[in-house]
């Protein structure tokens, strides 16, 4: 399984589809645990691009702040479960919260 998580100055950003990179961290499906973290650029901004995009790298999940209905949407057609709401924080820390059951996610801080 492998996680995106759109990135701003190491952490989590609240708006993905502005981010400057993703971390794309592999985790094994049995342990839970991170098997390997790739850092990459994010392409330019381009509404719809992200889904694709993110799919084309293997991402099954992406853990974001805030995402819009029509993106969450996009990402599912991908096939790619969404967690939104999730705090600014290490992608290392908000993946081994996750598979914890102890990630605190607010609310979905993106209305468009």
């Known amino acids: 399984m492998k996680i995106a998580i ?3 100055e190491g952490k989590l ?3 993905f589809g502005h981010c400057a990179g993703f971390a794309i961290i592999e985790v094994d499906d049995q342990t839970k645990k991170i ?3 790739e850092d990459i650029p994010a392409p330019p901004h381009q509404p719809g691009l992200l889904p694709p995009w993110l799919a084309e790298r293997g991402a099954t999940m992406i853990i ?3 995402m819009g209905q029509r993106a969450q949407q ?3 057609e991908q096939g790619i479960q969404v967690v939104v709401g999730a705090p600014a924080e290490s992608p290392e820390k908000l993946i081994t919260e996750y598979f914890a059951g102890t990630l605190q996610t607010g609310e ?3 209305d468009h």
């Open 35 to 37: 098997i390997m973290r």
């Open 13 to 15: 950003t609240a708006h």
């Open 74 to 76: 996009l990402f599912a």
């Open 6 to 8: 759109p990135l701003a």
């Open 108 to 110: 979905n801080i993106c």
């Open 64 to 66: 974001a702040g805030g």
